[in-house]
């Protein structure tokens, strides 16, 4: 095995979302990232102290694209829209990374950046206080539930079929509302849940 090259954080995360890409979560391992690298799996630990170190480079790797200054505007539930917009499109093409973000969101910077920029926008809207903690949470509460959803329990996927397909005598409503969701895109679901938590949130 070659002695290991000089190794940038970039090259790191490149190679550990790689690896998820390919093999999924359960895949990202020290020795699979030290093999996608062509490193031997000690030379990977003079740059990474362990796999939680891999993960957040993972998800700043998959956020460090996303652009967190705060919109622009007067409405601040349009800005609003606009970072969570930003969230799910940087997600999209890798939403296996998904458990990743919700364990490390306190820990890369992409993610603080853009809770920095909601808190911002929830602040020039007249958030504060306890109205501002209960607000940024719900928000981003929301957000992770809806890309656990996208991933895990798509709207458009089987299990809204299998629903559907229930005895109506037992599950009349769900099998009703099932049937509604058939019609609908992942896309309806986001920006209809967007709206409704939105306008739930005032401050006072």
Do not use: C
Not at 36 to 55: C, K, P, Q, S
Not at 116 to 141: H, K, P, S, Y
Not at 179 to 191: G, H, I, L, N, P
Request: no cysteine; hydrophobic share 45%.
């Amino acid at each position: 095995m070659p002695r290991p090259r000089s190794l940038t954080t970039d090259d790191l995360g490149n190679a550990a979302l790689a690896v998820i890409d390919r093999h999924g979560l359960e895949g990202l391992t020290m020795r699979a990232v030290a093999k996608e690298l062509g490193i031997a799996t000690m030379g990977l630990y003079r740059y990474v102290a362990d796999r939680d170190r891999l993960e957040v480079l993972v998800v700043d790797r998959v956020l460090g694209a996303m652009a967190t200054t705060p919109p622009e505007g007067e409405d601040w539930r349009a800005r609003a829209v606009v970072l969570l917009t930003r969230m799910r499109s940087a997600v999209a093409a890798h939403l296996a990374v998904v458990p990743l973000i919700l364990r490390h969101r306190q820990s890369s910077a992409a993610s603080l950046h853009w809770m920095e920029a909601m808190l911002t926008v929830l602040t020039d809207a007249g958030f504060t206080g306890r109205g501002r903690v209960i607000a940024q949470r719900t928000v981003v509460g929301f957000l992770l539930g809806f890309l656990q959803n996208e991933h895990y329990a798509s709207i458009a996927g089987s299990g809204t079929a299998t629903i559907a397909a229930l005895p109506t005598d037992d599950f009349p409503l769900l099998v009703q509302t099932a049937s509604q969701a058939r019609k609908m895109s992942v896309d309806d679901e986001f920006r209809g849940g967007v709206e409704i938590v939105l306008r739930g949130l005032s401050p006072r």
